[in-house]
């Protein structure tokens, strides 16, 4: 049995003290990978704890993939969680303040109201959504787990029209009716934003702010009070130590790839997560760089297609990826250090560009440790944005550059003017700086929170036959919605980006639970254009998938720039042997289109054996919609068969 010497008087809470005592047990090898926990109900009556709190610890080692909950058997330790490499590194920066490791154990799942306008607050220390299926006790209809395994990526649309958007038959039926729900996260929450607080922020900087600061030109990366209140909340609420030099602000996470693209140079090859965002992949096919995919399973980043790609600078999100929602373990994150901190093989330094787009979301238990507050050589690039927590109008998003690259930054772009206004830069600083924006982010926390939950306990009250499975669940704005006919379809369901050649008799065979369509990607049109006939628009997972990984590939490429021609348009483009876009004749063009329809269809043969699967966001989802957009949704599903 595990023993730890808990501090009820400490500012920490007990689950946050048990869960650091657990992984350092990990870390330093004294418990072993394989090894059994103590079940949650057993280590609490040892500790004189609530279960609750034993789950809060658990549920947050599962998350970051020091241990794995099995079905029916318990809690085991996962491999890879022993390396020290992952230990946050203690700084001495900003006169010996306190480092990353020491930041992250600050307890960050505060409470709130239950939806915007109610006043009930919940203790801070419970925990929403329990670690086996994370919907409270519809674990037993919506199936019990972590798994997140959607198979390879199809390329079934055009490269121009890939991506969330609904289609023309679902904005037409749509449009014949009242729109019920929008599940796509492209709609955006209403009521949830501060604009007293904004205004009265605005105008106290207005009268009390230098007119100065205001009219003055400033630093292309930005005004100084802005980066400095964006590093002490990075430091406070990320565990990171960086110096306000180190940022960089932009009108919104594209325009900054783009300068990353010139500061990097575009000689190098850069890589993406496939499933992944479609916009990101005509960012980077915009700014004319190689562009390869790097395959996933449930636990992250497949290091041998990372390996594959011949990639210098690799885009990744590791603490909620987009669309899978999966979560790097551990182990992948130390395999992902380890591959940024080696040379390329054209003698090149490798960088991770880590996306940390939604963050502030995690729904219980304590944000995932970033890449950046783990990372010895200087080889991380943070990114993210404030889109997610002030809405898609506030267009201000900033990078973390690594110092040597803050120096060559200041010397090759220093001559570009900050792309954002002086008077959004100093009121969001002051915003941070007097706790309004994480007093709004711990409400709008709470309020997602309650509609997850609300939306996976009606989802579980009307699917009777428990043909619906939600996965990764609480980890951020999204989750996954997975359609089955039986447990078969759901055991079966391959890693995501799996060459054909690793199991062909298993690629090969009907999938249970689309026997009656061609393949997943089918039935996932077919329920979502039937979703839409009642009003509720879906974002099918076959629309973020840009093709196989690299290792799929005869030539060792990807499928991406080589197979199926440049991003953007029609396959007219092929790669020089320098890594390079040279434009092609009329009649390759038609011989490369001709390529990327068989390759079509053996990626459609690759996808059916995993479960039609959806990615789900409701935050823009009215409390009192959920029941019928559950009803709906269950019916598209029946009915689509």
Same mark, same amino acid.
């Given at each position: ?5 808990l501090d009820r008087q400490a500012g920490d809470p007990l689950y946050a003290q048990l869960y650091r005592g657990v992984r350092n047990d990990i870390e330093s090898g004294a418990l072993l990978a394989g090894q059994r926990l ?52 203690? /700084? ?27 006043? !009930? ?37 055009? +490269? ?36 007293? *607080? ?26 100084? @009070?802005?980066?400095? &209140?964006?590093?002490?909340?990075? !430091? ?10 180190? +940022? ?13 693209? %010139? ?8 890589? +993406? ?45 590791? /603490? ?8 790097? *373990?551990?182990?992948?994150?130390? @395999? ?24 502030? =979301? ?31 109008? =506030? ?12 120096? %060559? ?11 954002v206004g002086a008077l959004e830069q100093l009121t969001l600083a002051r915003f941070i700086e007097s706790g309004e924006y994480e007093r709004h982010v711990n409400r709008q926390r709470a309020h997602f929170r309650k509609l ?13 036959v428990g043909r619906l499975r939600l996965v990764n669940l609480g980890v951020g704005l999204h989750f996954v919605m997975e359609v089955a006919k039986g447990p078969d379809d759901l055991e079966r369901s391959r890693a995501i ?22 393949? &997943? ?7 979502? &254009? ?19 990984? /690299? ?81 709906? +949704? ?8």
């Amino acid at each position: 049995m595990l023993t730890y010497q808990l501090d009820r008087q400490a500012g920490d809470p007990l689950y946050a003290q048990l869960y650091r005592g657990v992984r350092n047990d990990i870390e330093s090898g004294a418990l072993l990978a394989g090894q059994r926990l103590p079940s949650k109900r057993s280590l609490a009556n040892h500790l004189g704890l609530s279960v609750i709190t034993v789950e809060g610890a658990y549920a947050q080692l599962v998350a970051e993939g020091y241990i794995e909950a099995r079905p029916r058997c318990g809690f085991f330790v996962c491999a890879g969680g022993e390396s020290g490499i992952l230990r946050c590194r203690e /700084s001495t920066a900003h006169g010996g303040g306190v480092g990353g490791a020491s930041k992250l154990r600050r307890h960050c799942a505060e409470g709130g109201v239950a939806f915007a306008g109610e006043g !009930r607050n919940e203790p801070c220390d419970e925990v929403s959504f329990p670690i086996d299926a994370g919907i409270g006790r519809a674990e037993n209809r919506l199936g019990a787990g972590t798994e997140n395994r959607f198979g390879t990526g199809a390329v079934l649309n055009d +490269i121009t029209t890939i991506g969330a958007c609904p289609s023309a038959v679902e904005k037409q039926a749509c449009a014949n009716g009242e729109l019920l729900a929008d599940l796509t996260g492209a709609a955006a929450p209403a009521g949830l934003f501060p604009y007293a *607080a904004w205004a009265r922020t605005m105008r106290r900087m207005l009268s009390d702010g230098s007119e100065e600061a205001l009219l003055s030109s400033g630093d292309g990366r930005g005004t100084w @009070q802005l980066r400095r &209140a964006i590093a002490n909340h990075l !430091r406070g609420f990320r565990g990171m130590e960086v110096n306000p030099e180190q +940022i960089v602000i932009g009108s919104g996470a594209q325009t900054l790839y783009g300068l990353l693209v %010139q500061l990097l140079g575009r000689q190098r090859v850069f890589a +993406i997560e496939n499933p992944g965002y479609p916009r990101l992949a005509r960012i980077y096919e915009s700014n004319d760089v190689p562009l390869r995919f790097v395959g996933l399973d449930e636990k992250g980043p497949l290091p041998d297609s990372l390996a594959a790609t011949g990639a210098s600078v690799f885009h990744c999100m590791p /603490s909620h990826q987009f669309p899978t929602g999966v979560t790097t *373990a551990v182990a992948r994150r130390r @395999q992902l250090l380890e591959w940024a901190a080696a040379p390329a093989p054209d003698g090149l330094r490798r960088y991770l560009i880590e996306d940390d787009f939604d963050c502030e =979301f995690r729904m219980s238990g304590r944000p995932v440790p970033p890449l950046q507050a783990l990372d010895e050589a200087e080889s991380v690039i943070y990114a993210n944005t404030f889109t997610k927590t002030l809405g898609a109008a =506030f267009r201000i998003g900033y990078m973390v550059l690594p110092p040597h690259l803050t120096e %060559q930054f200041r010397r090759r772009l220093g001559f570009y003017a900050c792309t954002v206004g002086a008077l959004e830069q100093l009121t969001l600083a002051r915003f941070i700086e007097s706790g309004e924006y994480e007093r709004h982010v711990n409400r709008q926390r709470a309020h997602f929170r309650k509609l997850q939950h609300a939306f996976a306990a009606a989802l579980a009250e009307a699917d009777g036959v428990g043909r619906l499975r939600l996965v990764n669940l609480g980890v951020g704005l999204h989750f996954v919605m997975e359609v089955a006919k039986g447990p078969d379809d759901l055991e079966r369901s391959r890693a995501i980006g799996t060459p054909a050649t690793d199991a062909p008799n298993a690629w090969n065979a009907a999938a249970p639970g689309v026997s009656n369509m061609r393949d &997943a990607a089918e039935a996932e049109e077919a329920i979502a &254009a039937r979703a839409a006939q009642f009003g509720v628009l879906l974002a099918p997972m076959s629309r973020y998938c840009f093709g196989t990984d /690299s290792a799929a590939g005869q030539d060792g490429r990807s499928a991406g720039a080589g197979a199926f021609g440049k991003f953007g348009g029609p396959a007219c483009a092929e790669e020089e042997p320098s890594g390079g876009i040279r434009r092609t004749s009329r009649a390759k063009a038609l011989r490369s289109e001709a390529v990327s329809a068989a390759r079509r269809r053996q990626f459609s043969a690759l996808v059916a054996q995993r479960p039609p699967s959806f990615l789900v966001n409701c935050t823009a989802l009215a409390p009192e919609a959920i029941v019928p957009t559950v009803n709906a +949704i269950v019916r598209a599903v029946e009915e689509a068969d």
